[in-house]
């Protein structure tokens, strides 16, 4: 039997869960009223349209540029930290436990206070995505600099590398695995929180879209812009 290569395998296997997907989704659809759950048929027909005549291009550029502005800075955050870290013990252990305890905050939480401090509009979103990003681009980096084999430490340095010459020569090329799997994962965690931060804070976003979806009960629009989303953090993770 003739394997198929990584390449036609990573397009295959999620085209046949997708089928099976659909199919479940066809037959629980059949069985409920389509206000509680419209099917794929509506769905796609819906997506569609939305893509034919541009209607939701405005929405999802908003919430593509604030969930992209968002992963940035929670990265130009992180990435600092994420060194220092990896470089001082006492400092390490010092603000773990700050760290940590700041992942019990929801994010919805956050976003009336943010809306206090800053008012309405693209910044306080952004900062919102950056606050739900930081932590997982945080882990991510620190790992991969953990990481970095303990004997290709010691040689570079025995040739004279300094903490710089350390870091963007050995440390940080031996972390990037890592720190782009953070950054894929913070990415997609942005999008939520874009989208999140619109339906509370208000803004042009596919948040927005979402909340004036189900105030008209249009279920069938809800799943439709739901899978723009998807599409967008699938995007990132391919």
Known sequence: ???????RRRLIAPALLGLVLLVLWALAA????????????AVL????TDAATGALWPYLAVTLAEAIG?????????????????????????????????????AIALAPLLVLWIGYGLVP??????LIVFFPILVAAVVGL??????????????????????????????LPSLLGGLKNGFALSVTGAVVGEMVMGGRGLGTVL??????????????????L?????GAYS
């Open 1 to 7: 039997m003739t394997r198929l290569s990584p390449q």
């Open 30 to 41: 059949s069985a409920a009223s389509p206000v509680l759950l419209p099917g794929p048929a």
């Open 45 to 48: 027909t819906r997506i569609g």
């Open 70 to 106: 968002g992963c940035l800075l929670g990265a130009v955050a992180a990435l600092p930290l994420a060194v220092a870290i990896h470089r001082s013990a006492w400092f390490s252990d010092a603000v773990q436990p700050f760290l940590g305890a700041t992942q019990a905050i929801p």
């Open 125 to 130: 979103v952004i900062l919102l995505c950056a």
């Open 146 to 175: 953990r990481m970095a084999p303990r004997e290709v430490v010691d040689a570079a340095r025995l040739d004279g590398a300094g903490s710089l010459a350390l870091l963007v020569h050995v440390e940080a090329p031996l972390a």
């Open 211 to 228: 909340t004036v979806q189900r105030d008209a009960l249009d279920t069938a629009g809800m799943f439709a812009t739901i899978a723009w």
């Open 230 to 234: 998807c599409l967008i953090a699938a």
